[in-house]
């Protein structure tokens, strides 16, 4: 239990430090930067990064919980999470509007990177809940998270390399 709670608390550190990170970079670095191509890339190993992160929570997760995704409404779990992704993308967009939500992003950019890690680990655990169902039910967790972290960072690189406006 005492690893368990460490790695996961390492994950989310983690998560935290790349928020930083890219606000610091943001800030100071990112105009220093003239090749659109090499802002793509540098986002694109950045979200590659936080995605593996996610997946390595989901990963400690699944060696902690021996029976992880063997529960049938695993089979429905995408509906669930494109519902919950639906509903907390409405109620961020009703904070930011309705609330000083706008004010305290300003002071402080960095908490809107963790805005983005809570949606990219939903959007990756809907990818998770997806290929369980395209792939073999045997197949071990372990891989379903590999393909799941290859797909999410194939879909990103797609999104940033073929929509250059980003």
Known sequence: MKIYAFKQFVSVLTLLLIAFIVDYFIQNAHADIESVVLKQLIMFITISILLFVCNLLLYNYAR?????????????MFILILGWLMISFILFIVMFFTTPLDDLLSLH???MFIVIDYFLFFIN??????????????????????????SSSLAAAIILFLIPSL
Not at 64 to 76: A, G, L, V
Not at 125 to 150: G, N, Q
């Open 64 to 76: 902690k919980e021996e029976n992880f995704m063997q529960h049938k409404i695993w089979n429905k």
């Open 109 to 111: 950019p960095w908490m």
């Open 125 to 150: 655990l809907f990818v998770l809940s997806v290929v369980h169902i395209l792939v073999d039910r045997s197949m071990k967790i372990e891989k379903k998270i590999v393909i799941t972290w290859a």
